[in-house]
Nanobody, 127 residues
Framework: VQLQASGGGLVQAGDSLSLSCLFS????????MGWFRQAPGKEREFVTT????????YYADSVRGRFTISRDNAKNMVYLQMTSLKPEDTAVYYC?????????????????????WGRGTQVTVSS
């Protein structure tokens, strides 16, 4: 599975931004897909994830209510809609695929669950 994230940029606090992740191969539609982020000097952290069918989602407390994950398996795409952005949302955002699971579970919050990673896209939120 190959993943390619795009859509990052520089925005102001309070703005919205949408990220996209294109995944290769039909098998990707059977995988849980997640978004993680990594700020300078910090560990990569969980942001959100979505089940293979797109029916179940998990969010980190820090983004719940502001970010929305969705997917379109017909287009091999996963999306992250971000609203009310804050300076602390500044990070490199990565999409990832969990090829072993189609349903979310406790492990879906953790990096180790995801075998495939795309190159990140930078999101910078100015105050």
């Amino acid at each position: 599975v190959q993943l390619q994230a795009s859509g990052g940029g520089l925005v102001q606090a309070g703005d919205s931004l949408s990220l996209s992740c294109l995944f290769s191969g039909r098998a990707g539609s059977r995988y849980n897909m997640g978004w993680f982020r990594q700020a300078p000097g910090k560990e990569r952290e969980f942001v959100t994830t979505i089940s293979a069918a797109g029916t179940v989602t998990y969010y980190a407390d820090s983004v719940r209510g502001r970010f929305t994950i969705s997917r379109d398996n017909a287009k091999n795409m996963v999306y992250l809609q971000m609203t009310s952005l804050k300076p602390e949302d500044t990070a490199v955002y990565y999409c990832a695929a969990d090829a072993d699971h189609a349903f979310l579970y406790d492990g879906s919050y953790h990096r180790a669950a995801y075998e495939y990673w795309g190159r990140g896209t930078q999101v910078t939120v100015s105050s």
